[in-house]
């Protein structure tokens, strides 16, 4: 069975959101996931879309239902100050750490997650980015040295443009058995979808 | 109990997906459902966005997403081929038949919708517009002199801006005891906050 894709980009609240139950979804379907960040903003400017905090109206909005959002599932939320940010620094060490081992990688980007969107940190920092790899049992030094390379430049490069290619716009954005689902709210459709096999 | 705002465009696919499933959702709480057509159009000016089917990669979704979403309701889907159309005929219709009654009103939005995303048929159509309100019980007769009224271009003028004032932003939305969910998707989440009496 092939298995979930998790699109996401580490700045959305709603990637925060996704990250945080796509696992239930997945293993009540006994499904793996593959996390893959990319960057947002080279999405948006395929679709002439913005950071939704910087939309008006739409921005409020989005304020109050990520705030409403997070207490439903009883998680905290806390906006970092610099959001909307760049999240290449977090998003090239995801890929260094994924070269060693996937599941390291991941338990990475949940920490990226919890300290952004629960604490409010500032994730374009690459001291913290160092110490939350190595809290996440990945090489922070080895990472230090790799994080401007051309190699891995382009390996986040790459994964963006395979995004973009593959209709992916938005964060989250969930790919199951080549079907495609935009939105942490659509997790429930995708439980749906994978018990009916699909319609 | 404060009725649960319903807020959509005529023109919007996912508008009828939140038409067929509101009430059960509404009924499941003993609320009514006050229907609220608007002009889109209006708020994607105040918010910078554009319709769907109009955006690179995000329109090829929204089709596909439209649907399998009936798919998934077993519901008919055909998008009408002049879509995105302005749908301020049926709207000024329905305000002016909620006047008379707002049970009309409803059953009238019920077959434009059905009519609209079911069969494809195109509702900028005036004579189409006046059968499906005689078809729901309304004067036709008194409706087609009021359409073009000044009187009755106001009462939805008035409607869409109160939409935007509000932070109405999207079709379908919902305002329930004060509180915006956005999407046909959200009505998942409506029932549950109805359930827990909030969060």
């Known amino acids: 069975m092939t298995p979930i894709e ?6 959305s609240p709603y990637a925060y959101f996704g990250a945080l139950q796509v696992d239930e979804v997945a293993a009540r379907h006994d499904r793996e996931v593959v996390w893959r960040p990319f960057l947002l903003g080279a999405a948006f400017k395929a679709t002439g879309m913005q950071p939704l905090t910087n939309m008006p109206i739409r921005g409020d909005y989005a304020r109050r239902d990520w705030a409403r959002t997070a207490r439903g599932l009883s ?3 806390r906006l970092p100050d610099n959001h909307p940010f760049a999240s290449v620094v977090a998003a090239r060490a995801f890929y ?11 338990r990475f980007a949940r920490h990226v ?9 500032d994730v374009t920092d690459r001291a913290l980015v160092l110490d939350i790899a190595a809290g996440a049992g990945a090489d922070a030094a080895a990472l230090a040295a790799a994080l401007d390379t051309p190699a891995l430049k382009q ?11 593959r209709g992916i716009f938005g964060s989250p954005f969930f790919i199951v058995d080549g079907e495609p689902f935009w939105g942490a709210d659509r997790l429930p459709m995708i439980d749906e979808w994978l018990s009916r096999g699909g319609w």
């Open 6 to 11: 998790f699109w996401f980009d580490f700045a």
């Open 113 to 121: 997650f919890a300290l952004t969107f629960g604490d409010g940190r």
């Open 155 to 165: 390996a986040l490069r790459a994964r963006t443009e395979e995004a973009i290619a």
């Open 75 to 77: 998680v905290p939320f």
């Open 96 to 106: 260094f750490i994924e070269q060693g081992d996937a599941e390291t990688a991941i």
